[in-house]
């Protein structure tokens, strides 16, 4: 019922090889949407790969309509990458590329003209198969690591309908990344705040890769409906899995699930705060020192609040005070209380 | 009444240079303890620097009876050493040294005989004069910054009779390394677990090149009291700090303090958990995977209890259980979810 | 003569500051073009910083025709940056910014309109005052500390005509980057190799940066001479300097600032080898191992060729052979022998 | 007639395996001394990988007469661990141990009393048999990875004569350590400098690890013999192979191995430079900068003469100058010429 995978990603300087594991469990049902499933691109965030191991349970017991493939520990490389006792796994300690902006748009050349006469089903596979062949060429040219892993990863996902990138994000309250279109159906996953992109958006991140051919299909052939969807999915702090979390955490998904049909059941809808992606600000250290955080992930500031102090020996010992410029909801913070001037401190969903 | 000095301790490749900041306290009483008190010299291990901010404060508005020194931040190298979010501070990053293993204890060659006729007052005067004297002599010779730094730490506190070295432990309950022989007076601190250390035990950390001298000195001279003592304190969780702790951590020391007639006041015996040091045991990870710590720091464990369980995605996900060996208290976790086999997963205070 | 200025770039988390040294040479032409020089922006690549320093001392014995304003370790953070004996200074470890990246194009919102009716002298300065005007405003807002650097480096160069990066590359020949416009004056630097920009690059390194906005000035303009030039030099290895080959890099600056009028007397032309920036290939390693170098930096390769071993033990010991896909001269190679499967082993100025 | 083995390491978080390979070359002579070379433990280190890859072609062209064992990239953790384009491989990023300090000498609680009365053939491998014993006993326990990887590669060497551990010391030349009773047979070689240890040398090297309990047999038993013999083996600089060099490493190790009629053929002595290892001094950088080194490895200098210069840009640029403090021979170079204050800029080889 369940089919097990490994595909190797890198060979080592040792020789020895990393790899991903990949569950396939085959739907009931042909026309429900294929889901693709994948976690811990960023190495220290792994909450979604226990998730992804309850989710596995559940589908044991509960066959799924749809296709559903999971890809936890997408990243072996990163999750892996020690420093102290920490995971440095954001980005590739050799060139700096972030794991999560390498992704390959495979469009280029695209020849939308083509595409124009056909009926939906033909349209749908023949789009996914072109897509295929560019990101097998690109596969098959030289490239570094990030982008090979990137690609490995498209070429996993490309068939699917449906596609969840599970993140975690520093010491944050749960938040979503929804392309607008897909508001609606966001709503489903029970995660509290969602951060709204216009369809258009592409900086090279799993979501973005995902979605955005299709809204340029959209665009091309002016259809009025966009088949698939994709997001990303911040489930709290990086660097840690919680079971009692983890139970929450699948039950939205399910909830999402059932909402597209993918397996049984009655979804319920919820209120999530949105916040568009030009409000979401980012507040950088003014100096550097220990930072005593004030504020909390999650909950509400008003413009002038304190969010943090930040205790210095220059002299006399003294806190510096960091005010809120924005009425809003703070979500992210940075990891730790040592904090160099410059660093990314708190990220804030803004009313501005 | 404060002075306050900046202590070069480096200069970098790029010509600037870090500073450790000494704040000295004059006591009102010629003949009340010398108190040291230094932070972080872990570079990550934070909540203690809070602590002397907020005891600074105290002293101000309460001049202390006896001199008290305060060295926050006692380490600019490993505060600023950031890989990622985190900081790696615990060791030099070229050679590997543990900033708190590089101590040098100062009585090689020390001419006991001629200590022996000396009155008690003379006797303690000489004997710091004498170990001073041997520190500046290496600190003249070309050593390693780690050398350096100790060397640099120990001539600001030769001269007390009581050091508290403030630490903190990744993830943890707060305790105490104690020298047997201050066993009493510590439990004033109010910190729930100590850890017995046998007043012999030397590998170079602060409290133990602070206390082993004077118990040196005891054996030597048959004297039936030591006088100095000394005190590893781990406040908790590193990478953080919080004010709220950081308002009970000072009460603690507050109540030494005046146990030990440095500060006024009336003071307040605890009755901490205590275990030899030869008891507290390590756990190492028998294999990688991502860690569901089921433990908690300070909550008392029995044999075979599970302490964790590791996730795997070898062929399905699994659990590999974790297992306490003894019946005793969880005190110290590994800082993350993600482990590899071999890392120091957990320490427990054990009854064996 | 020389005005010597510290500029302090950021705050350390322990309160000690790092700062960037200024030298500025006045010239005692008004109407000679005035040099920005930097070097080490990203951290291991020092040798320019001995060349600034030679050419330092040439400056004091022969004052200069036009200003020279000299930057010598531009980035002390990422010089700082030990792991091991290395240096770890090309991005940021928080983020993983790439330092000579960040660089901000100072043309937004630009009145090009304003600018036509302006005489030349007027135009020139009219236009380095709203560009200055616009990097002000950036580096007033709140920012990471690579963006807050960059901003640093362009507000001391900004009004500078000519604009010197000194870089190195790993284990590399001399190689420099030109824009196609700059491409005769370039030879007079007497460095081999050059990869040709287009005059519209802009990926936000300093050289283009700097250029980009004078040559979107020609175009809005229809101005037939773009009076600025900016360069990355690339000065051999990284991680090392040596005197002898500072004195002969001195020699080739000297040379084009002669050619340039900024200094006085002769300049004479070389002949190096160039190559459009779109044929300067990379090849990635495709297996992990010991890599073995045959061919050498800066010496031709014909396709097919041999360039590397990499040694594997995976059963018998077997050299898997890298071989040249170009005819061409490959002129950086990766710092290591140690390598894994998709890191960048070497880059080649290709014939294709 | 050469046997493979896979040996696993280390799990690593995403379930993937480290291995070292393992090749058995069988000797022709019962009698003939059993040697183990092993290389590449401090990951960086990987010239001796090259040479083994050499000698097992050598060995199957030419059967050896006594058992050999090789062990190349004995660490695959330290190998894969990049930073940079560098290998940080040294110490565990964990907790800072060196990777040739853990080994555990087996001696502890041995019956010497029940060995005194054996054959010299019985006692020898009876010997073998207790140590091997502790090994396993050791090996079973919980341990860190450092110690399990060193109990591993013990178990592996632990029945043989002759150990050679093939390391390589930053910028260097070439040079070995060899314990006192062995410099004659080290002499063969052809390495050329020799620093000296005393026979009851023991800080958990594996040179040290392997002789250290045969000093310790021959001083309970009185025997005028030391049958085995080990050394660590200095090939030059890290991070890099050469393939003209191995051939002359292989041909010193060749030549070692016919003196010892390990393989057929004539031997011929050489003469090094021999040193004391207390007289290997350490020269610590005093102050920060960018370092210009005058001196080079394996050149002959006198007290007071210039080993290097540190460049400065703290006011005017300057020179610090770093003078020899000895006559002697400089051996191994720190990595970098970017340097803090109290790094290890230089090793020598002093007179003193």
């Known amino acids: 019922m369940v089919e097990i995978k490994k595909v190797p990603v890198r060979t080592l300087a040792s020789g020895d090889s990393l790899h991903i594991t990949v569950y396939d469990f085959k739907g009931s049902q042909k026309n429900a949407p294929k889901v693709y499933i994948q976690s811990a691109t960023h190495g220290s965030e792994v909450q979604g790969s226990l998730v992804i191991a309850k989710l596995f349970e559940f589908l044991k017991e509960n066959p799924p309509l749809g296709d559903v493939r999971l890809v936890p520990n997408a990243n072996p490389m990163g999750l892996n990458q020690k420093a102290g006792d920490y995971t440095f796994g954001r980005f590739d300690l050799t060139n700096g590329d972030n794991y999560n902006r390498r992704y390959f748009l495979p469009v280029e050349n695209m020849n939308w003209e083509q595409l124009k006469g056909l009926t939906e089903a033909t349209l749908y596979s023949t789009f996914k198969e072109e897509m295929m062949k560019k990101l097998l060429e690109k596969k098959n040219s030289s490239i570094s690591f990030p982008d090979a892993l990137a690609l490995t990863l498209q070429t996993l996902s490309i068939d699917s309908d449906l596609c969840l990138d599970l993140h975690c994000a520093n010491r944050s309250a749960h938040h979503i990344y929804v392309p607008e279109y897909a508001k609606e159906d966001a709503a489903y996953f029970s995660i509290p705040f969602q951060i709204i992109m216009p369809k258009d958006k592409f900086g090279g991140a799993m979501d973005e890769v995902f979605f955005r051919p299709w809204t340029m299909l959209a665009e091309q052939l ?131």
């Open 222 to 352: 002016n259809l009025s409906q966009i088949k698939t969807q994709s997001f990303t999915i911040e489930l709290g702090n990086h660097e840690s899995i919680s079971s009692s979390q983890a139970e929450s955490d699948l039950a939205g998904i399910l909830n999402y699930l059932r909402h597209k049909k993918v397996i049984q059941g009655e979804a319920e809808k919820k209120n999530p705060v949105n916040c568009p992606i030009n409000q979401y600000m980012t507040i950088y250290s003014a100096v550097g020192g220990l930072v005593d955080y004030v504020a909390q992930p999650g909950k509400r500031v008003k413009k002038g609040d304190l969010l943090a102090r930040i205790l210095r020996f220059s002299d006399e010992p003294d806190f510096f005070e960091v005010k809120s410029p924005y009425d809003g909801i703070p979500i992210v913070f940075y990891s730790s209380s040592i904090a160099h001037e410059g660093i990314e401190l708190m990220r804030i969903l803004s009313d501005v």
